[in-house]
């Protein structure tokens, strides 16, 4: 291990940059989607993601073996040259094999002509940034890989706004994501500052016993973060997932705290339980802050959800409020989740991760299926809550049995809640008083109920108060 390790470093200073990077990734990536939204029309945008949705789906192998290698990696006694090069080979394999594979699997079961070609030359260069993007969260700087995004984006945006206005639409866009990611690896691979080796046979066996867990892990999480996407492409209309794609597209900030915190986590735990070292105030803090933006966002899709699409997207996407009101709960949910998913992947239990993620995909697909023709495409949303409410209950319990203090709902969450129902109030009640029929009136509003949740909650919330000052001196200290 380097001589620093992810156990000893500043956690909330690192979560902040990380968090910086975050909102840079959403401001451009917010620019670059109503542009190419608006341009392809809900059909040819929502075509692109069930493309990229079914990549990921085919990237499973490289992530869970990664994670694995991400794991091993945070263990004291394990050689992080060998994991690096443990995750190049996967990434080479899957270069050879992988990319036929998909394009034969495809062509025999796809009767839409894109995908075939499409899903293949998304499938190596983002396999292989999302492979290397996951053992630099086991880094003591794991906020880089927050940062990698911002480059990877910032080069996607321009790629692909770029390839559409030269007429390739759907295929510029694909194009630029691919090309986007390929630039990236180069930086990412600096960042890691690891030399890679040839992994040995023993070192193989250990990561073996992670990754025959993490893979059928990661392939069942995927396609159960992407099964909404392809139900809709498929059983209902491309339309219908581009609705549902800006909608979530719009959600995403409300998981920038949670991912980072995550980002951070699995490596933390995992490296303090190798030393013998305890990590109940990081799952804490970790429940404690995960939601702050979650909360605002849900309430605030309630109560403004469709005059914020139309504003952002246009009347193309007239409707898709409730959309929005429904993925900003699931997000919500997923905030308080993902922490405990972290604690349970660090402590070496990917099999138990494993069984409530198999068990989530089949009620997914089941309830999505009935759902679906019962209430149309939202139904497909409401499945979605309901499966992430099961797959919440179910970490949660699994977690309270691994720690001698459960830790079911934190204060600092409760007042998270009451700020933002007081934001909720003074929202709705302006919205009586005025007619939102200009943009700048409806960006004037969503900055009031900020405004107004960041004043309740710095109030009353002393732990957040202490929290940001100990960040703030920890950023002084090290950048002085």
């Known amino acids: 291990m380097s001589d620093k390790e992810v156990g000893d470093t500043e956690f909330g200073l690192q979560v902040s940059l990380g968090f910086v990077g975050e909102v840079v990734t959403a401001v451009v990536g917010l620019a670059g989607s109503v542009i190419l939204a608006r341009t392809l029309g809900p059909?040819?945008?929502?075509?692109?993601?069930?493309?990229?949705?079914?990549?990921?789906?085919?990237?499973?192998?490289?992530?869970?073996?990664?994670?694995?290698?991400?794991?091993?990696?945070?263990?004291?006694?394990?050689?992080?040259?060998?994991?690096?090069?443990?995750?190049?080979?996967?990434?080479?394999?899957?270069?050879?094999?992988?990319?036929?594979?998909?394009?034969?699997?495809?062509?025999?079961?796809?009767?839409?002509?894109?995908?075939?070609?499409?899903?293949?030359?998304?499938?190596?260069?983002?396999?292989?940034?999302?492979?290397?993007?996951?053992?630099?969260?086991?880094?003591?700087?794991?906020?880089?890989?927050?940062?990698?995004?911002?480059?990877?984006?910032?080069?996607?945006?321009?790629?692909?706004?770029?390839?559409?206005?030269?007429?390739?639409?759907?295929?510029?866009?694909?194009?630029?994501t691919a090309f986007a990611a390929l630039l990236t690896i180069p930086l990412i691979y600096r960042w890691i500052n690891v030399r890679p080796r040839r992994p040995s046979v023993d070192s193989l066996r250990s990561i073996m016993t992670f990754a025959k867990w993490s893979i059928p892990n990661g392939l069942v999480s995927t396609t159960l973060s992407k099964m909404d996407i392809v139900l809709l492409g498929w059983l209902a209309t491309a339309s219908a997932a581009g609705d549902y794609r800006v909608s979530l597209s719009l959600s995403m900030p409300a998981i920038f705290l949670s991912g980072v915190i995550t980002t951070g986590l699995m490596g933390r735990i995992s490296n303090l339980e190798s030393r013998g070292e305890g990590w109940n105030t990081d799952l804490r803090n970790a429940l404690s802050f995960s939601s702050i933006l979650a909360i605002p966002l849900f309430i605030g899709s309630v109560v403004l959800g469709e005059?914020?699409?139309?504003?952002?997207?246009?009347?193309?996407?007239?409707?898709?409020?409730?959309?929005?009101?429904?993925?900003?709960?699931?997000?919500?949910?997923?905030?308080?989740?993902?922490?405990?998913?972290?604690?349970?992947?660090?402590?070496?239990?990917?099999?138990?991760?494993?069984?409530?993620?198999?068990?989530?995909?089949?009620?997914?697909?089941?309830?999505?299926?009935?759902?679906?023709y019962l209430y149309g495409p939202i139904g497909i949303v409401v499945a979605t809550v309901l499966t992430q409410t099961f797959v919440y209950l179910s970490r949660t319990y699994v977690v309270t049995k691994l720690t001698d203090r459960p830790i079911?709902?934190?204060?600092?969450?409760?007042?998270?809640?009451?700020?933002?129902?007081?934001?909720?109030?003074?929202?709705?009640?302006?919205?009586?008083?005025?007619?939102?029929?200009?943009?700048?009136?409806?960006?004037?509003?969503?900055?009031?109920g900020g405004l107004v949740y960041v004043v309740v909650l710095l109030t009353v919330s002393p732990t957040l108060r202490v929290t940001a000052s100990g960040i703030f001196s920890d950023f002084l200290e090290r950048y002085k």
């Open 307 to 372: 005059t914020i699409v139309v504003t952002v997207y246009s009347n193309q996407y007239a409707g898709a409020g409730l959309f929005l009101a429904g993925l900003t709960l699931y997000q919500l949910l997923v905030t308080q989740t993902t922490p405990r998913t972290s604690v349970i992947h660090g402590l070496n239990r990917p099999g138990t991760n494993f069984r409530i993620s198999l068990t989530g995909l089949v009620l997914n697909v089941s309830l999505g299926i009935s759902l679906l």
């Open 408 to 448: 079911l709902i934190t204060r600092p969450f409760l007042e998270q809640a009451g700020a933002g129902m007081v934001m909720g109030a003074i929202v709705w009640g302006s919205r009586q008083l005025f007619t939102l029929n200009q943009w700048y009136k409806v960006v004037g509003l969503v900055g009031v």
């Open 43 to 176: 059909s040819g945008y929502g075509l692109f993601y069930v493309a990229l949705a079914v990549s990921n789906f085919f990237e499973n192998p490289v992530n869970g073996w990664a994670a694995a290698c991400k794991k091993r990696l945070t263990e004291t006694s394990f050689d992080e040259h060998e994991a690096i090069g443990s995750v190049l080979l996967t990434v080479t394999v899957t270069a050879v094999f992988g990319a036929p594979l998909a394009f034969v699997v495809l062509t025999l079961v796809s009767e839409n002509a894109l995908l075939p070609l499409a899903v293949p030359v998304l499938l190596v260069p983002m396999s292989a940034y999302r492979a290397l993007k996951t053992i630099l969260t086991g880094r003591e700087n794991f906020s880089l890989s927050t940062w990698s995004k911002v480059v990877r984006t910032i080069l996607k945006v321009f790629l692909q706004v770029g390839f559409v206005l030269l007429g390739l639409e759907v295929w510029g866009m694909i194009a630029g």
